[in-house]
């Protein structure tokens, strides 16, 4: 597994970059399950997949080396390493169907990025020499990991054809528990586009999470104030599934993830590590007042109106300037919200966002000139937003954790793990369609309760979770009104919380802030307002 990142260069374009990482989609999971088939230990299985999955983010990551890691090495390597990285980044990969340019002038580009590339990683190769350094860009030492679980479990789940497991990682021991009857499940749920029904939501509490809570002990609500926090780590098809939101939502029995611990997400277990490298008070150190970037696109050109998106911003504006936050809101052009991107600790997006099926890292926020230049997934990974360690990037859109590519799940090619890569400690996003004025919910519930909890970690979390729960409560009334209505033959007036819709791939709702596909796909059955919010960080 450690040989799949070679696989991957900087004389690479975009598309071949996805190529390759395509090309061996599976791969991964399988070699994790081969190991524990063949009773390795949890650790050896958590290594191969913290090798062999993201590697896009890992290239990316070399790219990244700040002012502080490169303070740690001689002047003369700390300028190596800038000048390389600056040149790769500067110069385009030439494309060879380029009739514009002659010949020997593309096949000279190529040898030039090819010579830069060696150079480079042969650089790597001798930093990694260095004390402090050697671990860097490797996968995580078994220590590393116990210390990554210390504020809550980490749950990696490897899907594979072979078998599936959920690999548990507490603060003092990893234990594999395994899961059977998913595959089959998971392939046909995909296949039909339902990942978020009642159904789904259900099979995934009998088959994945029931039987992963109660393996660590979580078999009941928690009282008020000392709720447990897990993170989630799927892997392949099971990605694209709200496993936060599973359960049997109308028994009212604490059958639900929701009723037993907060839920967030991560990629890999080194984007845990890589969130926490910096002390939480450094996103608020220094003498400047911390700013707050908030857009908000109610109209956007050749898009539906979101009459709700303006009234969004101006409650978040509020509750980030009693928080102590400056807001500022630029006109919403790349160039601006760019630039403003590089000194703010909370950037909040509401408005319509845009998946490539072809290409993930064309994916992009939709602004004022999106057709122009529009701000894209590969435009962020091209930031270091790191040194200023910006808080939360809220991105208030619909299927900012959406993948298409199914051979391309495991590298988290989206928005949400593009800002997270980017820099920020938190993001909060969604995996399919939501419905503009629950957005406006969603929203005030998540930033008053940080608000009140004083811009923590725990209180991003904590206050997408409550969010979450009091919209998801408001359908379990909503349902039970129903069945009263049909109980006594009364008319039933639908609505958007009693019917669920918002999450269907192709719903024709303009006020959903719809991430436009380049191939839509027919409705599927009910998809529930509540469950599509997603919080990945620390």
Not at 421 to 449: E, M, N
Request: charged share 25%; glycine share 8%; proline share 5%.
């Amino acid at each position: 597994m450690g040989l799949l990142p070679q696989l991957i260069t900087s004389t690479h374009d975009t598309s071949d970059k996805q190529h390759a990482a395509g090309a061996r989609a599976g791969m991964t999971c399988s070699a994790a399950a081969a190991a524990l088939q063949a009773d390795k230990p949890v650790f050896e299985a958590l290594q191969v997949l913290e090798l062999g999955r993201g590697v896009l983010a890992k290239y990316t990551e070399e790219m990244l080396l700040g002012p502080l890691q490169l303070g740690q090495l001689s002047a003369e390597q700390a300028e190596a390493y800038t000048h390389l990285r600056d040149e790769l980044k500067g110069s385009k990969t030439p494309v060879i169907s380029n009739l514009g340019r002659s010949f020997q002038s593309r096949v000279s580009g190529l040898n030039k990025r090819y010579d830069l590339t060696k150079e480079l990683e042969e650089l790597i190769f001798e930093i990694r020499k260095l004390p402090g350094f050697e671990d860097l860009w490797t996968a995580p030492t078994e220590a590393e990991m116990f210390e990554a679980a210390k504020y809550g479990p980490i749950i990696v789940i490897n899907v594979s054809r072979a078998r599936c497991d959920a690999l548990l990682i507490e603060k003092h021991q990893m234990q594999p528990l395994a899961l059977p009857n998913i595959t089959n499940g998971l392939y046909q749920f995909a296949r039909a586009g339902d990942f978020g029904s009642s159904k789904v939501l259900e099979w995934m509490w009998d088959n994945i999470t029931q039987p992963v809570l109660d393996a660590l002990a979580y078999s009941r609500s928690p009282k008020e104030g000392a709720w447990p926090h897990v993170w989630w780590i799927p892997t392949a098809l099971l990605t694209l599934f709200p496993l936060h939101a599973a359960g049997y939502h109308r028994k009212e029995l604490s059958e639900t993830v929701l009723d037993r611990v907060v839920s967030s997400y991560s990629s890999s277990i080194r984007a845990i590590m890589r969130g926490r490298q910096k002390d939480l008070s450094s996103s608020f150190s220094g003498t400047a007042v911390p700013r707050a970037l908030l857009v908000g696109m109610q109209h956007t050109p050749e898009s539906g109106s979101l009459p709700y998106a303006n009234k969004e911003i101006d409650i978040v504006q509020e509750l980030c300037q009693s928080a102590g936050l400056e807001t500022v809101q630029p006109r919403p052009r790349k160039e601006k919200v760019s630039g403003y991107l590089l000194d703010c600790k909370v950037f909040h997006f509401a408005g319509h966002g845009y998946t490539d099926e072809d290409d993930p890292s064309n994916s992009h926020l939709r602004l004022e000139d999106w057709k122009e230049d529009p701000f894209r997934v590969a435009d962020l990974q091209q930031m270091n937003l790191h040194e200023h360690t910006p808080f939360l990037a809220y991105l208030s859109a619909c299927g900012t954790g959406q993948m298409k590519r199914y051979n391309l799940v495991d590298e988290s090619i989206h928005l949400i793990s593009a800002y997270q890569l980017a820099g920020f400690r938190h993001v909060i996003g969604t995996l399919w369609k939501v419905s503009d004025q629950h957005c406006v919910d969603i929203a005030r519930t998540t930033y008053k309760t940080m608000r009140d909890l004083g811009l923590s970690d725990e209180g991003v979390g904590w206050g997408l979770h409550r969010a979450s729960r009091e919209l998801r409560d408001k359908w379990v009334e909503a349902q039970k009104q129903m069945t009263s209505s049909l109980a006594r033959g009364s008319p039933v007036v639908e609505n958007d919380i009693s019917h669920g819709v918002g999450g269907k791939e192709n719903c024709k709702d303009e006020n959903e802030r719809d991430i436009v596909s380049v191939e839509e796909e027919p409705e599927v059955g009910e998809q529930l307002q509540w469950a599509p919010y997603v919080h990945f960080g620390v």
